[in-house]
Protein backbone atom coordinates (compact mmCIF):
# COMPACT_ATOMS: atom_id res chain seq x y z
CA UNK A 1 0.00 0.00 0.00
CA UNK A 2 1.73 3.79 -0.82
CA UNK A 3 2.52 5.92 2.06
CA UNK A 4 0.16 8.66 2.28
CA UNK A 5 2.23 11.89 0.94
CA UNK A 6 1.22 14.39 3.34
CA UNK A 7 0.88 18.23 2.02
CA UNK A 8 3.72 20.46 1.55
CA UNK A 9 3.68 22.97 4.43
CA UNK A 10 6.23 26.09 5.00
CA UNK A 11 8.75 25.28 7.11
CA UNK A 12 8.47 28.99 9.12
CA UNK A 13 5.68 30.60 10.48
CA UNK A 14 4.32 33.87 8.54
CA UNK A 15 6.10 36.45 11.32
CA UNK A 16 9.17 35.32 9.92
CA UNK A 17 8.59 34.95 6.51
CA UNK A 18 7.68 38.43 6.65
CA UNK A 19 10.73 39.50 8.09
CA UNK A 20 12.76 37.50 5.74
CA UNK A 21 10.58 38.96 2.57
CA UNK A 22 10.75 42.63 3.90
CA UNK A 23 14.56 42.34 3.94
CA UNK A 24 14.96 40.50 0.34
CA UNK A 25 12.88 43.97 -0.95
CA UNK A 26 15.30 46.23 1.08
CA UNK A 27 17.90 44.86 -0.92
CA UNK A 28 16.42 44.27 -4.34
CA UNK A 29 12.63 45.72 -4.66
CA UNK A 30 11.08 43.93 -7.54
CA UNK A 31 14.15 42.54 -9.58
CA UNK A 32 14.11 39.41 -10.56
CA UNK A 33 17.28 37.46 -8.92
CA UNK A 34 18.83 34.08 -8.86
CA UNK A 35 17.89 32.11 -6.13
CA UNK A 36 21.38 31.72 -4.95
CA UNK A 37 21.67 35.51 -5.10
CA UNK A 38 18.13 35.82 -2.63
CA UNK A 39 20.09 33.15 -0.71
CA UNK A 40 22.48 35.78 0.00
CA UNK A 41 20.58 38.61 0.40
CA UNK A 42 18.93 36.77 3.34
CA UNK A 43 22.57 36.14 4.66
CA UNK A 44 23.23 32.71 3.62
CA UNK A 45 26.38 31.48 2.35
CA UNK A 46 24.65 30.04 -0.57
CA UNK A 47 21.69 28.34 -1.82
CA UNK A 48 21.87 24.66 1.09
CA UNK A 49 19.17 23.28 3.06
CA UNK A 50 18.21 26.01 5.27
CA UNK A 51 18.21 28.43 2.66
CA UNK A 52 16.32 26.56 0.38
CA UNK A 53 14.26 26.16 3.19
CA UNK A 54 13.01 29.47 3.65
CA UNK A 55 12.82 30.38 0.09
CA UNK A 56 10.24 27.79 -0.38
CA UNK A 57 8.51 28.68 2.46
CA UNK A 58 8.40 32.13 1.13
CA UNK A 59 6.93 30.76 -1.66
CA UNK A 60 4.42 29.11 -0.46
CA UNK A 61 3.07 32.09 1.55
CA UNK A 62 2.65 34.07 -1.91
CA UNK A 63 5.29 36.27 -0.61
CA UNK A 64 8.12 35.17 -3.42
CA UNK A 65 6.94 34.45 -7.16
CA UNK A 66 9.05 31.84 -9.40
CA UNK A 67 9.83 32.47 -12.67
CA UNK A 68 11.73 30.88 -15.49
CA UNK A 69 14.29 33.69 -15.23
CA UNK A 70 14.40 33.66 -11.29
CA UNK A 71 12.74 34.87 -8.39
CA UNK A 72 11.13 38.22 -7.03
CA UNK A 73 9.05 39.86 -4.55
CA UNK A 74 5.43 39.24 -4.90
CA UNK A 75 2.60 41.83 -5.36
CA UNK A 76 1.18 40.11 -2.07
CA UNK A 77 4.46 40.75 -0.58
CA UNK A 78 4.71 44.76 -1.55
CA UNK A 79 1.12 44.99 -0.43
CA UNK A 80 2.09 43.38 2.97
CA UNK A 81 4.96 45.89 3.10
CA UNK A 82 4.01 48.98 1.97
CA UNK A 83 -0.13 48.79 2.34
CA UNK A 84 -2.06 52.14 2.09
CA UNK A 85 -4.04 51.38 5.13
CA UNK A 86 -3.95 49.05 7.98
CA UNK A 87 -7.07 46.98 6.62
CA UNK A 88 -4.86 46.16 3.55
CA UNK A 89 -2.16 45.23 5.62
CA UNK A 90 -4.28 42.58 7.33
CA UNK A 91 -5.89 41.15 4.61
CA UNK A 92 -2.52 40.75 2.73
CA UNK A 93 -1.49 38.67 5.70
CA UNK A 94 -4.51 36.73 5.76
CA UNK A 95 -3.96 35.84 2.21
CA UNK A 96 -0.82 35.11 2.72
CA UNK A 97 -1.96 32.61 6.30
CA UNK A 98 -4.09 30.88 4.06
CA UNK A 99 -2.03 30.20 0.63
CA UNK A 100 -0.33 26.84 2.49
CA UNK A 101 -3.10 24.00 1.36
CA UNK A 102 -2.27 22.24 4.64
CA UNK A 103 -2.64 25.68 6.81
CA UNK A 104 -5.94 26.69 5.10
CA UNK A 105 -6.75 22.91 5.86
CA UNK A 106 -6.43 23.19 9.76
CA UNK A 107 -7.97 26.18 9.94
CA UNK A 108 -11.10 25.45 8.58
CA UNK A 109 -11.40 21.93 9.95
CA UNK A 110 -9.32 21.51 13.13
CA UNK A 111 -8.40 24.63 14.13
CA UNK A 112 -10.34 24.61 17.51
CA UNK A 113 -8.64 21.82 18.56
CA UNK A 114 -6.00 21.53 20.86
CA UNK A 115 -2.24 21.12 19.84
CA UNK A 116 -2.28 17.64 20.82
CA UNK A 117 -5.36 16.17 18.89
CA UNK A 118 -4.07 18.07 15.71
CA UNK A 119 -0.26 16.51 16.48
CA UNK A 120 -2.37 13.07 16.40
CA UNK A 121 -3.93 13.89 12.50
CA UNK A 122 -1.28 14.96 11.57
CA UNK A 123 0.79 11.70 12.64
CA UNK A 124 -1.73 9.60 10.98
CA UNK A 125 -0.88 11.33 7.89
CA UNK A 126 2.79 10.18 7.84
CA UNK A 127 4.15 13.09 9.39
CA UNK A 128 6.94 12.26 12.39
CA UNK A 129 6.39 13.89 15.87
CA UNK A 130 9.12 16.50 15.34
CA UNK A 131 7.69 17.37 12.13
CA UNK A 132 4.09 17.73 13.38
CA UNK A 133 5.51 19.90 16.59
CA UNK A 134 7.22 22.20 13.76
CA UNK A 135 3.69 22.14 11.48
CA UNK A 136 1.79 23.52 14.70
CA UNK A 137 4.35 25.86 15.80
CA UNK A 138 3.90 27.54 12.26
CA UNK A 139 0.42 27.19 12.18
CA UNK A 140 -0.37 28.72 15.00
CA UNK A 141 2.19 31.52 14.81
CA UNK A 142 0.73 32.36 11.40
CA UNK A 143 -3.37 32.57 12.71
CA UNK A 144 -1.98 34.69 15.33
CA UNK A 145 -0.48 37.57 12.96
CA UNK A 146 -2.99 37.17 10.45
CA UNK A 147 -5.46 37.65 13.42
CA UNK A 148 -7.76 34.85 12.55
CA UNK A 149 -8.86 33.02 15.44
CA UNK A 150 -10.26 29.38 16.54
CA UNK A 151 -13.56 30.73 14.59
CA UNK A 152 -12.11 31.81 11.52
CA UNK A 153 -12.55 35.02 10.51
CA UNK A 154 -12.09 38.20 13.13
CA UNK A 155 -13.85 40.66 11.88
CA UNK A 156 -12.32 44.25 12.77
CA UNK A 157 -14.11 45.94 15.14
CA UNK A 158 -15.56 49.51 16.14
CA UNK A 159 -16.49 50.25 12.48
CA UNK A 160 -20.62 51.86 11.55
CA UNK A 161 -22.49 50.28 8.86
CA UNK A 162 -23.09 52.02 6.05
CA UNK A 163 -26.15 53.78 5.91
CA UNK A 164 -26.78 52.62 2.27
CA UNK A 165 -26.23 48.94 3.43
CA UNK A 166 -28.28 49.71 6.56
CA UNK A 167 -30.97 50.82 3.81
CA UNK A 168 -31.11 47.54 1.44
CA UNK A 169 -33.77 45.05 2.03
CA UNK A 170 -32.53 42.80 -1.11
CA UNK A 171 -29.97 40.56 -2.04
CA UNK A 172 -28.57 42.67 -4.55
CA UNK A 173 -24.96 43.55 -4.50
CA UNK A 174 -23.80 47.27 -4.51
CA UNK A 175 -20.52 48.84 -4.71
CA UNK A 176 -19.46 52.70 -3.87
CA UNK A 177 -16.20 54.17 -4.55
CA UNK A 178 -14.10 54.29 -1.62
CA UNK A 179 -11.50 57.04 -1.16
CA UNK A 180 -8.71 57.22 -3.20
CA UNK A 181 -5.13 56.60 -1.18
CA UNK A 182 -1.83 56.74 -2.66
CA UNK A 183 0.75 53.28 -1.68
CA UNK A 184 3.97 53.99 -2.57
CA UNK A 185 4.93 50.64 -3.74
CA UNK A 186 1.96 50.66 -6.58
CA UNK A 187 0.73 53.99 -6.43
CA UNK A 188 -3.08 54.73 -6.94
CA UNK A 189 -5.36 52.31 -5.41
CA UNK A 190 -9.15 52.59 -5.70
CA UNK A 191 -10.83 50.28 -3.54
CA UNK A 192 -14.20 48.85 -4.12
CA UNK A 193 -16.55 48.36 -1.77
CA UNK A 194 -19.57 46.24 -2.34
CA UNK A 195 -22.39 45.44 0.14
CA UNK A 196 -25.23 42.49 0.80
CA UNK A 197 -27.99 42.92 3.00
CA UNK A 198 -28.74 39.17 3.70
CA UNK A 199 -31.78 39.74 5.93
CA UNK A 200 -33.55 42.83 7.94
CA UNK A 201 -30.89 42.88 10.51
CA UNK A 202 -27.76 41.25 8.83
CA UNK A 203 -25.70 42.50 6.23
CA UNK A 204 -22.37 41.60 4.68
CA UNK A 205 -19.43 43.85 2.72
CA UNK A 206 -16.31 43.46 0.88
CA UNK A 207 -13.95 45.32 0.25
CA UNK A 208 -11.34 45.10 -2.91
CA UNK A 209 -8.78 47.27 -3.49
CA UNK A 210 -5.60 47.16 -6.16
CA UNK A 211 -6.04 45.99 -9.87
CA UNK A 212 -9.13 43.99 -11.21
CA UNK A 213 -9.41 40.31 -10.09
CA UNK A 214 -7.85 37.69 -12.14
CA UNK A 215 -9.76 34.49 -12.36
CA UNK A 216 -7.27 32.98 -10.28
CA UNK A 217 -7.90 35.82 -7.07
CA UNK A 218 -11.46 35.45 -7.56
CA UNK A 219 -11.70 31.57 -6.94
CA UNK A 220 -9.50 32.27 -3.65
CA UNK A 221 -12.20 34.54 -2.76
CA UNK A 222 -14.80 32.23 -3.45
CA UNK A 223 -12.73 29.81 -0.98
CA UNK A 224 -12.14 32.81 1.58
CA UNK A 225 -16.13 32.74 1.83
CA UNK A 226 -16.61 29.13 2.05
CA UNK A 227 -14.45 29.28 4.59
CA UNK A 228 -15.68 31.90 6.78
CA UNK A 229 -19.01 30.32 6.05
CA UNK A 230 -18.16 27.31 7.49
CA UNK A 231 -16.37 28.86 10.61
CA UNK A 232 -19.70 30.70 11.30
CA UNK A 233 -22.10 27.62 10.66
CA UNK A 234 -19.86 26.03 13.26
CA UNK A 235 -20.20 29.38 15.96
CA UNK A 236 -24.47 28.69 15.48
CA UNK A 237 -23.92 24.86 16.25
Known sequence: MAKHRSPNYPAIGLSEAVQRIGRLFEKEKKTVVQPIVAATD????????????VLSALKKYGLLDELKTG????????ALLHPANDEQRLGA?????????????LQQNYSQGSDAAIAAILIQRGFSPQAATQVIEGFRDTMSIAQLGASGYNPPT??????????TTGLEARATDAISVTDPARGAVR????????????????EITGDPL??????RLR????????????EGE
Open 93 to 105: LRDAALRPELFRE
Open 42 to 53: LGYKGLNGPSRT
Open 158 to 167: GEGEPEAMAA
Open 214 to 219: TKEQAE
Open 191 to 206: PRLYSWALSKDVSARL
Open 71 to 78: VRVSDLAV
Open 223 to 234: QYVDLTVSALAA
